[in-house]
């Protein structure tokens, strides 16, 4: 399923996640949407972009001692970061944005004159790279993340990617979830997982969770429920063969 296109497809399934047994019986019929990760976000215009560091600001109380980044990710293995350069270009200007070796950059939140004022350009043939937004939480060990991240990296992808979202998609957003799919159980927002990772377990002040990671390597939490705070720890736990080579 193509991220592009933020969850073409309606599915009758399970909540990705339900507080209690009576809570699954209940809603085990309701009609959802998957968000699938599967192949990434295409790149956008600067100004689409932009919507994403707008959303980022707005909800930041949900990481407030957090930053935005976005992930570059090849999507071949024979692909790789090494000499890839990224640049915002205008008419009368260049600005050169920063790629570390883990892909990740920043954008400037630029007043623009109009829409189309900037391009966001790669040295890199078109479709060669996708993006995820990231946001962490400072001072958490790598393996740790908290619930309100991953709530905010919705929001902030959301902004970017909804105004081209197919029609069927927007329809069923707009009607069973407030036009909002980070904040509703009728969607079901997948994540990639980092790499080597068996489970996420997801611990709360009332329960806690374990989702295995999925043969596509994406894992789903339950963003829209609010019972669960956004300070509740995720924890990525490496599968035991990983485990044992780095012992070895």
């Not at 073409?8 to 990760?37: G, K, Y």
């Not at 904040?183 to 990639?192: E, K, L």
């Not at 996420?200 to 789903?220: D, P, R």
Request: hydrophobic content about 35%.
């Amino acid at each position: 399923m193509n991220i592009t296109n933020f969850g073409i497809c309606l599915l009758l399934s399970l909540p990705i996640l339900t507080a209690s047994a009576q809570d699954e019986n209940r809603d085990s019929s309701t009609s959802r949407v998957e968000v699938s990760s599967q192949k990434g976000l295409e790149l956008k215009s600067y100004s689409q972009m932009q919507k994403g560091l707008k959303a980022y600001a707005e909800y930041n109380k949900l990481a407030p001692n957090s930053e935005l980044f976005f992930i570059l990710i090849p999507r071949s293995k024979k692909l790789s970061l090494e000499g890839v350069t990224m640049r915002l270009a205008s008419d009368e200007t260049s600005i050169n944005i920063p790629i570390d070796a883990d892909g990740k950059f920043q954008l400037p939140d630029i007043a623009l004159k109009h829409e189309d004022e900037y391009d966001l350009i790669l040295n890199k043939p078109k479709g060669q790279f996708y993006f995820k937004p990231y946001v962490k939480s400072a001072n958490l060990s790598d393996d740790v993340k908290r619930l309100g991240d991953l709530r905010l990296e919705c929001q902030v992808r959301w902004a970017v990617e909804k105004q081209d979202v197919s029609i069927v998609f927007s329809a069923h957003v707009n009607l069973f979830a407030s036009g909002n799919p980070c904040t509703s159980r009728a969607v079901n927002v997948m994540y990639f997982a980092p790499s080597n990772i068996s489970k996420v377990i997801l611990n709360s002040s009332a329960s806690t969770l374990e989702k295995k990671i999925g043969s596509k390597g994406q894992y789903s939490l339950p963003i829209w429920d609010t019972r669960i705070i956004d300070d509740a720890l995720i924890n990525y736990e490496q599968s035991m063969l990983t485990t044992s080579k780095q012992e070895n």
